[in-house]
């Protein structure tokens, strides 16, 4: 990231925010005009999404100030910013949101009178050269260590039921060669 001014900005002016609703053939920003917006599925929301995971009247906008509060409209599928599922949140740039599937972003332009971000320092990350464990560790598996060695009483039980099964199967086959006596 070196060379880059990242610029860090509030709305301060309402025609500037927009919400870019994310679809599979790339970003549609629609401009926060209005005062209160609302967003869902049916045809009298001011911003009509037609998923069938949006609601017909899913969340709503509202401009106080230089701010815009997100309400969701007690939508089936909810309303999530930044991953979170909220019921009312003031949303800042770069918020994520969510619309039942729909992702969108809360967006303004940058006013010519703000100023950048300090520039990115690059910090050095050496990987470790020694590796040990210490000397007071403890597995904290609640599960008992297995045991490698032999049991011999298990290994002959084991054997012996082989040997048993190797005997019924033979006997099984000999039993289905043998004819019936001729009268």
Same mark, same amino acid.
């Given at each position: 990231?070196?060379?880059?001014?990242?610029?860090?900005?509030?709305?301060?002016?309402?025609?500037?925010?927009? +919400?870019?609703?994310?679809?599979?053939?790339?970003?549609?920003?629609?401009?926060?005009?209005?005062?209160?917006?609302?967003?869902?599925?049916?045809?009298?929301?001011?911003?009509?999404?037609?998923?069938?995971?949006?609601?017909?009247?899913?969340?709503?906008?509202?401009?106080?100030?230089?701010?815009?509060?997100?309400?969701? +409209?007690?939508?089936?599928?909810?309303?999530?910013?930044?991953?979170?599922?909220?019921?009312?949140?003031?949303?800042?740039?770069?918020?994520?949101?969510?619309?039942?599937?729909?992702?969108?972003?809360?967006?303004?332009?940058?006013?010519?009178?703000?100023?950048?971000?300090?520039?990115?320092?690059?910090?050095?990350?050496?990987?470790?050269?020694?590796?040990?464990?210490?000397?007071?560790?403890?597995?904290?598996?609640?599960?008992?260590?297995?045991?490698?060695?032999?049991?011999?009483?298990?290994?002959?039980?084991?054997?012996?039921?082989? +040997?048993?099964?190797?005997?019924?199967?033979?006997?099984?086959?000999?039993?289905?060669?043998?004819?019936?006596?001729?009268?």
């Amino acid at each position: 990231m070196r060379g880059v001014a990242v610029y860090a900005t509030f709305c301060y002016e309402a025609k500037m925010a927009r +919400l870019v609703i994310t679809t599979p053939s790339g970003g549609v920003p629609h401009e926060l005009t209005e005062t209160i917006t609302t967003i869902g599925r049916a045809p009298e929301n001011t911003m009509q999404l037609e998923d069938p995971s949006v609601s017909g009247r899913h969340a709503q906008l509202e401009q106080n100030g230089a701010d815009y509060q997100l309400t969701d +409209l007690d939508s089936t599928n909810g309303t999530r910013v930044n991953g979170e599922l909220i019921t009312s949140v003031t949303l800042r740039v770069g918020d994520r949101i969510r619309f039942g599937k729909l992702e969108a972003c809360y967006e303004c332009e940058v006013p010519d009178q703000a100023q950048p971000l300090p520039a990115l320092q690059e910090v050095e990350a050496r990987p470790a050269e020694v590796s040990a464990r210490p000397v007071d560790f403890a597995n904290a598996s609640p599960f008992p260590r297995r045991r490698t060695e032999n049991d011999p009483v298990r290994l002959a039980a084991f054997a012996a039921a082989g +040997l048993a099964l190797l005997a019924f199967i033979g006997s099984m086959l000999a039993l289905a060669q043998m004819r019936a006596p001729m009268p």
